[in-house]
């Protein structure tokens, strides 16, 4: 392996999940991101999420969100007790696991409608060892209005127009408790309000640059420089749809020289201190050169190539996202 990547503190931010029914994880399995995978491709920590599709807004369907949640929540805690692994609720946890040459395994919330309507959730959740929520998923929820709107669950374009008074509710709860706020999926005003109403900074722990591919799941320059201005990270990601734009009505297709143009991108308008790297693995990432956790290093190997330093990799890989959380629990009650 490159001596670079294999010296470097990798830690992927956003790795979905086969829900119901995880295969073993400590197996070789079809899934993307599995322990020998993540050990063959030198990924020291990653980020297992408990999605949530956006369903009705009625109380049986938040019952059912939030029960999924935290089902797979607990499924997570449970992989960080494997042989080897070590299940990190915050960052000292983490760079111990990484020091002591064991993988450690973090735990995610995404999609604000596993709250319903109850702020308590959120606590219960950093409980059992989430470090960030996303606001929303697909469709709007309660929280606030999301990049892609769903027409078959009745969203207007516009809901909320950027937060709700429950969103900026649990924003300021998110502070109090140190969860950290993603806003991956949420609609352009509804983050910048988050990045402006936050008294910690936020991550955007899976998109790219719509300055180099208009697509809504992108942030533009001006969302670039409010994750700045708010001291966060954007993690940019290896969805192909997100990075190239693709021949019309076919799928797109990128490569790691495409995540890496976005990297760039980032690097140069809000400067490496707030930009890192996510795949998305297991939810719709996976490009040319990157297609499993077990290809890793490729993307250390273009970002030397590029003229990065070990010392910009690590940030990009993990020194940034830590410094953050940090500032996050630093920023808590
Ligand atoms: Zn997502």
Same mark, same amino acid.
């Given at each position: 392996? /490159?001596?670079?990547? =294999? &010296?470097?503190?990798?830690?992927?931010?956003?790795?979905?999940?086969?829900?119901?029914?995880? *295969?073993?994880?400590?197996? @070789?399995?079809? @899934?993307?991101?599995?322990?020998?995978?993540?050990?063959? +491709?030198? #990924?020291?920590?990653? #980020?297992?999420?408990?999605?949530?599709?956006? +369903?009705?807004?009625?109380? @049986?369907?938040? =019952?059912?969100?939030?029960?999924?949640? $935290?089902?797979?929540?607990?499924?997570?805690?449970?992989?960080? =007790?494997?042989?080897?692994?070590?299940?990190?609720?915050?960052p000292d946890a983490l760079e111990a696991t990484v020091a002591a040459g064991e993988v450690a395994v973090l735990a995610a919330v995404e999609n604000g409608y596993a709250m319903g309507r109850d702020l308590s959730r959120l606590q219960a959740w950093r409980r059992l060892g989430a470090v960030y929520l996303t606001l929303?998923?697909? +469709?709007? /929820?309660?929280?606030?209005?999301?990049?892609? *709107?769903?027409?078959?669950?009745?969203?207007?374009?516009?809901?909320?127009?950027?937060?709700?008074?429950?969103? $900026?509710?649990?924003?300021? $709860?998110?502070n109090r408790i140190g969860l950290m706020i993603d806003c991956s999926h949420v609609a352009k005003p509804a983050m910048l309000r988050a990045a402006e109403l936050s008294r910690a900074p936020i991550v955007i722990t899976h998109t790219a640059c719509a300055a180099l591919c208009p697509h809504p799941r992108c942030v533009d320059d001006e969302q670039l420089d409010a994750v700045r201005a708010s001291g966060g #990270?954007?993690?940019?990601? &290896?969805?192909?749809?997100?990075?190239?734009?693709?021949? $019309?009505?076919? *799928?797109?297709? =990128?490569? #790691?020289?495409d995540l890496v143009d976005h990297i760039d991108h980032a690097v140069g308008r809000i400067g490496i201190a707030h930009v890192g790297i996510s795949s998305d693995f297991d939810g719709g990432g996976a490009v040319q050169g990157w297609a499993h956790a077990g290809e890793t290093a490729a993307v250390t190997e273009e970002l030397l190539a590029r003229g990065y330093d070990a010392h910009a990799i690590g940030l990009l890989w993990s020194g940034n996202f830590l410094r953050v959380w940090r500032a996050v629990l630093a920023a808590a009650d």
């Open positions: 392996m /490159n001596p670079v990547h =294999a &010296a470097t503190l990798v830690l992927d931010t956003h790795i979905d999940i086969r829900w119901p029914d995880p *295969p073993e994880w400590t197996a @070789q399995t079809m @899934q993307l991101v599995d322990l020998p995978k993540m050990r063959a +491709g030198g #990924v020291r920590a990653g #980020v297992f999420v408990a999605y949530v599709p956006q +369903g009705r807004r009625d109380a @049986q369907g938040h =019952a059912q969100a939030t029960a999924r949640a $935290e089902a797979m929540l607990a499924h997570i805690r449970d992989r960080g =007790a494997a042989p080897g692994c070590r299940f990190c609720p915050g929303t998923h697909d +469709g709007h /929820n309660d929280l606030a209005d999301s990049a892609r *709107p769903k027409p078959a669950l009745g969203d207007a374009p516009v809901e909320h127009g950027g937060l709700s008074p429950l969103g $900026e509710a649990a924003l300021a $709860e998110m #990270v954007v993690q940019i990601t &290896a969805v192909p749809a997100f990075l190239r734009p693709g021949p $019309e009505g076919q *799928p797109a297709r =990128a490569t #790691v020289a």
